[in-house]
């Protein structure tokens, strides 16, 4: 913005200002004193002249007697009046002869002996000024009278009122300079207020900036045109803003439904897909297509077809509206962005899902409202939709792939017989179909008392006795027969069921302890807990009141927990540990080694036992690393006091070498399978040999 | 006062050394001198403007000037002519504006000046004691220079005006 020309100088407004006041001033004032001093002098001086004249006339007249009388005594007494002006410093009288007939002279100077004529004159001179006035009487002259002037006195004078006149100038001048600075600034603030808003409208491209009025017109108008311009900036810079998101819309929406378009979504996924490559995580894309719309469109013209796309549109939009949805995991499916590719090809893209089946949610929600029927000029028409889903990274890594694929993947719930879901990968669908229905049976299990729990019997080393064992949940499903709770616990965690069938697993096991108590058979019972139990806050009352229904001393329930659910909260869990405990009931932590366990947390913990993970057992007693972490963990346990529990137990000489490590307790297929609660007590009162020679000893 | 003194010797030798042009008429230095102030005298001296022209100036008495106030004749002053004319009674007066009472008729100044009484006529003479005695100026011999005393009074009583330039001159002013 700040050009100049090279070479010259650049200055404010202001000096600038500044400088040509001050040389104008200073010539005016200059001229002004000039021309006070020079008409001051010719006025001074010809006043001098005048006066001197009529002095000389008066002097001239009154000496007329004193030559016609011959009276040189009264002559110079008449002279002697020259002597009251200081400016004269002589006078003489000369008589018809021009000869001096008398004088009065101040020391020092002189007058002629003679005049050379008796004629009015003045003769001017630079020191002095010479009057020559002829005495008359009766129209002749009979002599003349001479003055001479001094001008030293009018030069002193001259100088004086010069040295004021100068002084005066420039005083005038210190103040007009003053005064013309304060005005210069009146009038530079409008101006330097326009030049501060004009920087900031080009560096901040703020067009809505506006100049203040001025009370000086050509700066009002200045202001105004400034206005005006700024003004018309706005207004294009406003319609260039429309064209471009006209542009935009066009470029990005589709302008039947206003839903984005093909270009827009697939920017859109290629950013979700970066989101998800860093996060490690998933998303799936559903690629939707119309059932029979090309009838429609062909039978009852395209305005229909534009209508029905329109709906389904909306339709669509309903279906992803997070309040809507009966989902389990909103979370997972917020973001869900839709778009209209071309025709009746539609797409959802669904960002950050946990499980695949979570996709085959949303096409299951997006199919059911395409199934009602619309309305078309009182007709009901009937439309489904097939869906293929492609989901990221299983079925493609870049966007064009997964839609190819979501594509084809719709083509084939086509072929599948239409108002149908498909994933890309067969497998995926299957799976997620699997879960879909697992869920949906689970939601039952336990109305339907399909579930039932067994015990695995737990052999203490010390007594040679089983004296303890961990009930198991089983699910007995009618057509699908026994699912294994590998299969549905991690399920029933994702969506909450797992409190319930938490609460039914403990109740059960805590009756059948009772039962056997009340058959003489002291059994403590371990149940396992699941994080999302152990968080649930009801958690130490319902433990209570199940013991309390069901009669159970709470020394003989041990419930298990996981190292993460202890880790998890230190102080809430802690507290419940300690409530637990103190009431009598036995904690375990399970799958011991297998997560991040702090040995100084440990400490802190209100544990009792210690369940080493099968893993560690399964290599005894030839893996040498296992022993070695058996045997580190078996001494750190009895250093802090808890016993311990080793799982996974199978054969005779992982019993022995456990038992050597001075284990406390042993559980695992060697001794028993886990087995239906009426089949417990016959275990109880065998006898248990585990000094027999591996190769022979055969449990009885 | 020297100065004046021997300026007066000095002109009254140069008069005496001049050649006279009448034999008969020839005035004394100190004559020749008072006809000059006579006319100084009336050139300094205002009539009433029904005063007319010519102002005659009348000796009366022995005339003491010679021809000297024969060169006054038909001379201009204050715009009006001078005429001289020698008197020897007082009706011979009535035309007169200026009178020199001469020496010679000193002891007929009493009658004069009653003859004169009232006519705007300037009187002059020189002797002593004529101004108390009522001319209106009066010349006198004072250090071998001529002097005169003026009688405002008397110039008063006579409707004429003198000049304070010449009264300035005076040697004396009678109020």
Redesign the interface.
């Known amino acids: 913005m700040k050009s100049r020309q090279p070479g010259t100088q650049l200055t404010t407004l202001g000096d600038r200002l500044q400088r040509v006041n001050r040389i104008t001033l200073g010539l005016a004032l200059l001229i002004v004193a000039l021309l006070i001093i020079a008409s001051s002098f010719s006025i001074n001086f010809l006043s001098l002249v005048d006066a001197s004249r009529i002095k000389a006339r008066v002097l001239a007249e009154n000496a007329s007697a004193s030559l016609m009388f011959q009276d040189a005594h009264s002559a110079q007494e008449l002279l002697q009046s020259i002597q009251q002006s200081p400016d004269i410093h002589g006078a003489a009288l000369y008589d018809k002869d021009r000869r001096k007939f008398a004088d009065v002279v101040v020391a020092g100077h002189s007058v002629p002996a003679s005049l050379d004529s008796l004629q009015e004159r003045t003769d001017y001179g630079w020191e002095y000024l010479n009057f020559t006035q002829p005495v008359m009487l009766e129209g002749e002259s009979i002599g003349a009278l001479y003055l001479k002037v001094d001008l030293e006195m009018l030069y002193m004078h001259m100088a004086w009122q010069a040295l004021g006149t100068v002084v005066a100038a420039f005083l005038a001048m210190l103040a007009a300079s003053r005064l013309l600075r304060r005005l210069n600034r009146s009038i530079l603030r409008p101006i330097n207020g326009l030049s501060a808003l004009m920087e900031q409208v080009s560096e901040q491209n703020d067009y809505a900036a506006r100049a203040a009025p001025s009370d000086i017109t050509e700066l009002n108008a200045l202001a105004d045109g400034f206005n005006d311009m700024l003004g018309q900036i706005q207004q294009r810079d406003i319609e260039r803003r429309e064209a471009e998101n006209k542009t935009r819309r066009l470029a990005y929406f589709d302008s039947l439904t206003g839903l984005p378009n093909r270009q827009s979504f697939l920017e859109r996924l290629g950013r979700e897909i970066e989101v998800a490559e860093r996060g490690k995580g998933r998303l799936a894309i559903l690629f939707m297509d119309l059932d029979g719309f090309k009838g429609i469109n062909d039978t009852m013209g395209h305005n229909a077809g534009d209508l029905i796309l329109q709906w389904v549109s909306d339709r669509l939009q309903k279906s992803i509206r997070p309040y809507d949805m009966v989902s389990r995991l909103p979370a997972d499916e917020s973001g869900v962005e839709l778009a209209r590719l071309g025709g009746d090809e539609f797409t959802a893209l669904i960002p950050r899902i946990a499980q695949p089946e979570n996709a085959l949610l949303v096409a299951h929600r997006i199919r059911e409202l395409m199934r009602r029927p619309f309305m078309l000029d009182e007709r009901e028409v009937v439309l489904t939709a097939s869906i293929g889903i492609a989901v990221y990274p299983d079925d493609g890594e870049d966007a064009s792939t997964l839609l190819k694929h979501a594509d084809t993947a719709m083509y084939h719930a086509k072929d599948q017989g239409r108002d149908n879901c498909q994933f890309y990968s067969a497998s995926l669908t299957q799976r997620a179909q699997q879960r879909l229905n697992l869920e949906g049976y689970l939601r039952h299990a336990l109305a339907r008392n399909e579930f039932s729990l067994v015990y695995q019997p737990q052999f203490n080393l010390a007594s040679g006795r089983i004296e303890s064992v961990e009930a198991l949940i089983r699910w007995n499903h009618p057509e699908q027969g026994i699912i294994s709770p590998l299969e549905f616990i991690p399920l029933a965690e994702e969506n909450g069921l797992i409190v319930p069938i938490g609460e039914w697993v403990l109740r059960t096991a805590c009756t059948d302890a009772a039962r056997w108590q009340q058959a003489g058979h002291g059994l403590r019972v371990a149940v396992n807990l699941s994080p999302m139990q152990f968080k649930n806050p009801e958690l130490v009352a319902t433990v209570f009141d199940i013991l309390g229904q069901t009669g159970l001393a709470p020394e003989w329930l041990e419930l298990e927990i996981t190292e993460g659910a202890v880790m998890e909260d230190s102080g809430v869990t802690l507290a419940t540990l300690q409530a637990l405990r103190l009431r009598g009931v036995q904690i375990a932590l399970d799958d011991f080694g297998t997560g991040y366990s702090s040995m100084s947390y440990l400490k802190r913990m209100p544990l009792n036992n210690l369940k080493v993970d099968q893993s560690f057992v399964k290599g005894l007693p030839h893996d040498r690393d296992n022993h070695a972490i058996v045997r580190a963990i078996l001494s750190m346990a009895q250093n802090l006091g808890f016993s311990v529990t080793a799982e996974g137990v199978e054969t005779l000489e992982q019993a022995q070498t456990l038992r050597e490590m001075a284990c406390d307790t042993l559980q695992g297929y060697y001794f028993s399978k886990p087995l239906p609660a009426v089949d417990i007590p016959a275990l109880l009162s065998r006898d248990w040999l585990l000094d027999e020679p591996a190769a022979t000893l055969m449990p009885g | 006062?020297n100065?004046?003194k021997l300026?007066l010797i000095l002109l009254l030798i140069i008069c005496l050394a001049l050649p006279g042009g009448h034999a008969f008429a020839q005035a004394t230095p100190e004559y020749r001198a008072k006809a000059g102030?006579l006319y100084?005298f009336i050139?300094?001296t205002e009539w009433p403007s029904t005063v007319g022209s010519p102002l005659t100036l009348c000796v009366y008495g022995a005339d003491p000037f010679g021809d000297e106030l024969a060169a006054l004749q038909g001379k201009?002053?204050?715009g009006r002519s001078l005429a001289t004319q020698q008197v020897g009674s007082l009706e011979q007066l009535k035309n007169c504006q200026v009178v020199f009472i001469a020496r010679s008729a000193i002891n007929d100044l009493p009658r004069i000046l009653n003859a004169l009484k009232g006519a705007p006529v300037l009187t002059i003479a020189d002797a002593t004691g004529a101004l108390d005695a009522g001319v209106s100026i009066n010349m006198e011999l004072r250090q071998s220079k001529i002097a005169f005393e003026v009688n405002l009074e008397a110039a008063h009583t006579a409707q004429i005006n003198l000049?304070s330039?010449?009264l300035?001159?005076a040697s004396r002013v009678r109020q």
């Open positions: 006062m100065r004046s300026k102030f100084n050139a300094f201009s002053v204050g000049s330039k010449l300035r001159l």
